[in-house]
């Protein structure tokens, strides 16, 4: 059930997540999806609501002077940051068009019958969803891919929420995630990435929200197969996420070293490197006669030493020879072949 690969072949999806810091600006947000693509991110990633259902009046229009360049109450503001569904698919073409994928995290079952009709290729889904079983009942009935997070929640619930995927056969990806603002290192708990991975067998990955980004390369090196890091134009633009997210040097900097960690992690397979072989058949050691054989002479061990270079018969083949008859008379000090003898 793996579905996110770079196509390039590197080990790690990177997903440079836009969320809200376009702060309702379509060109705010093509800025983002230019980023993320210099970096060498596989993915964009946007949030969608539904904001009249996203909270109790009471919520919605309670007095938020937060932002007042957005709106003055809580629903002003989330609405403020929503796109239409033209503009989504203006940034969706745009994305694709740059060799990159088009994420959107759903937060309710409204936004994921606006993404569906935005023929998405996958969604995510945010850690607060995990327990809303009628959302993911809803998503995995669809088939369509779905990444998850796994902030604030505990095994059973994330049992729970595995199983109803897996039930429907409908392809999932999970993210260890820390739900904290900005996450403290020592709250990062990398080492669940290899517990997820080895308790649902399914690709793991990780959502980071710490300052900087230390962590999500140590999440590469610890088998996350998917990054995803919010980024932004500027620390200091206005805005839920903004001062949390990666500058854009920061952004840059942390895909092209998830792309060396990438290179120096490897494929796992063990060969001898063309490299390898120039420092191998310069150092190893070979069969070499330790005095004159004369021709018609039995090889045996008191005839044999061993010394640079390695292109000869190694010490391991030295079974396959001795006890042959040299056909030629071969010089003290020299490299022995097979062609030597009989």
């Known amino acids: 059930m793996s579905n996110f690969k770079d196509l390039n072949g590197a080990s790690c999806y990177v997903i440079a997540e836009a969320g809200l810091n376009h702060n309702g600006s379509i060109e705010i947000a093509k800025k983002l999806i230019d980023l993320a693509h210099i970096a060498g991110s596989n993915a964009v990633k946007f949030q969608k609501r539904t904001v009249q259902i996203l909270a109790v009046k009471d919520t919605l229009y309670a007095k938020d002077n937060r932002f007042p360049e957005f709106g003055s109450t809580y629903k002003e503001i989330r609405e403020h940051l929503e796109f239409t569904f033209e503009q989504y698919q203006e940034l969706k073409e745009y994305t694709e068009n740059k060799n990159m994928d088009f994420i959107v995290t759903g937060f309710d079952i409204e936004a994921i019958d606006f993404l569906i009709k935005l023929k998405v290729k996958s969604i995510k889904l945010a850690s607060h969803s995990l327990t809303n079983t009628e959302l993911l009942d809803y998503v995995s009935s669809k088939k369509i891919p779905v990444i998850l997070s796994t902030g604030m929640a505990d095994f059973e619930e994330i049992d729970k929420a595995v199983e109803i995927f897996k039930s429907k056969n409908s392809p999932l990806s999970l993210l260890h995630c820390v739900s904290s603002y900005p996450t403290p290192t020592k709250d990062c708990n990398l080492s669940m990435i290899q517990v997820l991975k080895e308790r649902y067998g399914l690709q793991t990955g990780y959502s980071g929200h710490e300052l900087g980004y230390l962590p999500s390369l140590v999440a590469v090196s610890k088998g996350a197969e998917i990054i995803e890091r919010h980024y932004t134009l500027d620390n200091d633009m206005i805005g839920f996420d903004h001062k949390m997210s990666l500058s854009p040097q920061q952004f840059i900097e942390m895909v092209k070293l998830i792309r060396d960690i990438d290179d120096v992690l490897g494929n796992g397979k063990k060969t001898i490197l063309e490299a390898e072989w120039i420092t191998r058949n310069k150092y190893h050691v070979s069969m ?22 390695g292109t000869g018969i190694p010490h391991k083949d030295s079974d396959k020879i001795y006890g042959k008859i040299a056909v030629k008379d071969i010089p003290k000090d020299t490299l022995l072949s097979y062609e030597m003898f009989k």
């Open 288 to 309: 070499v006669s330790k005095k004159t054989i004369k021709t018609g002479e039995l090889l045996t061990k008191d005839l044999v030493e061993y010394k640079n270079p």
